[in-house]
Nanobody, 122 residues
Framework: QVQLVESGGGLVQAGGSLRLSCDAS????????MGWYRQAPGKQRELVAA???????NYADSVKGRFTISRDNAKNTVYLQMNSLKPEDTAVYHC????????????????WGQGTLVTVSS
């Protein structure tokens, strides 16, 4: 079984910074794409940023230049550095990963974390 556990959320003033972490654990053969999604109250979940195992990244237009995604493949961990935070960044941030479990290394399993709340006050 594979689990994703996020940490690093909290309350911050507008203009501040936070760093989110997501640790993948369990019987993991490999991980392809890891990403961060967010869901604000009353809105649909949206992609914030994603990164491949090779380091290629993709960002939502709303966070380009402010957020940076990175990962440590040896630790199966992905990070999201969030700078210049705005009230509209307030949301629950979920980690997502495409994992190949040891038991079934020939197929990918999409795994989600429980989420961590980020609140940005004005």
């Amino acid at each position: 079984q594979v689990q994703l556990v996020e940490s690093g959320g909290g309350l911050v003033q507008a203009g501040g910074s936070l760093r989110l972490s997501c640790d993948a654990s369990g019987s993991i053969f490999s991980i392809n794409v890891m990403g961060w999604y967010r869901q604000a109250p009353g809105k649909q979940r949206e992609l914030v940023a994603a990164i491949t195992s090779g380091g290629s990244t993709n960002y939502a237009d709303s966070v380009k230049g402010r957020f940076t995604i990175s990962r440590d493949n040896a630790k199966n961990t992905v990070y999201l550095q969030m700078n210049s935070l705005k009230p509209e960044d307030t949301a629950v941030y979920h980690c997502n990963a495409d994992v190949r479990p040891i038991a079934t290394p020939y197929r990918y399993l999409e795994v989600w974390g429980q989420g961590t709340l980020v609140t940005v006050s004005s």
